[in-house]
């Protein structure tokens, strides 16, 4: 079971921190993602990044001010956003999958509830 949390209402130019707790079971192998999807547009990937390792993706909009850390004794994952813009305004949902991280939303079984971020311009 995932469980996002964090959204809000923030600022352009401010920064959020989204943190996604995984509970039920070992997640010592798998990677997690974060997605968010628009008002009327569809989901895309923000970043995700393996349980253990240095296993990274960023994509192009968020390389240099979305940082994923993780928890492993609290069993979280975050997504800290800095430099926010109001084109970053979406739900965010984090997601887990066993194995390496990837950037494809079909192939993660597990997914949380979304998290809403609005930011004002």
């Known amino acids: 079971q995932l469980q996002a949390s964090g959204g809000g209402l923030v600022q352009a130019g401010g920064s959020l921190r989204l943190s996604c707790a995984v509970s039920?079971?070992?997640?010592?192998?798998?990677?997690v993602g974060w997605f968010r999807q628009a008002p009327g547009k569809e989901r895309e990937f923000v970043t995700a990044?393996?349980?253990?390792?240095?296993?990274?993706y960023y994509l192009d909009f968020g390389k240099g001010r979305f940082t994923v850390p993780r928890d492993n004794a609290n069993n979280t994952v975050y997504l800290e956003m800095n430099g926010l813009k109001p084109e970053d305004t979406a739900v965010y949902y984090c997601?887990?999958?066993?194995?390496?991280?990837?950037?494809?939303?079909?192939?993660?079984?597990?997914w949380g509830q979304g998290t809403l971020v609005t930011v004002s311009s």
């Open positions: 997601a887990a999958k066993p194995g390496t991280a990837q950037a494809t939303g079909e192939v993660y079984p597990y």
């Open positions: 039920g079971r070992t997640f010592s192998s798998y990677a």
């Open positions: 990044r393996a349980w253990s390792g240095r296993n990274t």
